[in-house]
């Protein structure tokens, strides 16, 4: 069964640092991209943040790009996201979500099967 679980999220101020953490179980994470996800107050979710199987290549958002990074253990089953000059925009419910990685680079949460819980992370001063 597959499982993910988030963790790390908290309030901070603007120009701070976060990093959220999503663990895995029930796949091998080298078959299977994961994506951290972020759901603003009356938006919808969005991808913000990739990174593939095996190769580990990564993906950002423009929003986020140069601000964030993905990375992954797999020792650890675990895949981060480093959050560093947050702004208050960054706030949101951030989820991870995972599926069979095929090669094709997918933004859309409708491309992904599974989903933690998400974590929510607050920048205001």
């Known amino acids: 069964q597959v499982q993910l679980v988030e963790s790390g999220g908290g309030l901070v101020q603007p120009g701070d640092s976060l990093r959220l953490s999503c663990a895995a179980s029930?796949?091998?994470?080298?078959?299977?991209?994961l994506g951290w996800f972020r759901q603003a107050p009356g938006k919808e979710r969005e991808g913000i943040s990739l990174i593939t199987g095996r190769d580990r290549r990564t993906f950002y958002a423009g929003s986020v790009k140069g601000r964030f990074t993905i990375s992954r253990d797999n020792a650890k089953d675990t895949v981060y996201l480093q959050m560093n000059s947050l702004k208050p925009e960054d706030t949101g419910v951030y989820y991870c979500?995972?599926?069979?990685?095929?090669?094709?680079?997918?933004?859309?949460?409708?491309?992904?099967?599974?989903w933690g819980q998400g974590t929510q992370v607050t920048v205001s001063s």
């Open positions: 029930g796949f091998t994470l080298d078959r299977y991209v």
């Open positions: 979500g995972t599926r069979p990685w095929d090669g094709i680079v997918t933004w859309g949460v409708n491309g992904y099967d599974n």
